[in-house]
Nanobody, 123 residues
């Protein structure tokens, strides 16, 4: 069983940066695709980014391309989301999740989730 714990959220001004971390325990996640999702108030949870188990491939939602970078350190069992040039519309709770080996943008394909970390971007 995999437990995921996110950290690094907070309040930042538009144009600023934050780095989210997702620490896994209970089982190594090195063989899983790892993803980040977010959910804003009144909206459905949406895909943000994912990274393949081999680290060879990364995937991004269009609105974050060029601003966010997903990475992983399998030795530390940790996944990161570097967020630059933040905008007020990036405000949401950000969740880390683990899927099987196959990449997916669908939340239903992820079997383990963290509790989320709040990101608030002020204008």
């Amino acid at each position: 069983q995999v437990q995921l714990v996110e950290s690094g959220g907070g309040l930042v001004q538009a144009g600023g940066s934050l780095r989210l971390s997702c620490a896994a325990s209970g089982r190594t996640v090195s063989s899983y695709t790892m993803g980040w999702f977010r959910q804003a108030p009144g909206k459905e949870r949406e895909f943000v980014a994912a990274i393949s188990w081999s680290e060879d491939n990364t995937y991004y939602e269009d609105s974050v391309k060029g601003r966010f970078t997903i990475s992983r350190d399998n030795a530390k069992n940790t996944v990161y989301l570097q967020m630059n040039s933040l905008k007020p519309e990036d405000t949401a709770i950000y969740y880390c999740a683990a899927a099987g080996r196959a990449y997916s943008r669908r939340a239903t394909d992820y079997f383990a989730w963290g509790q989320g970390t709040q990101v608030t971007v002020s204008s």
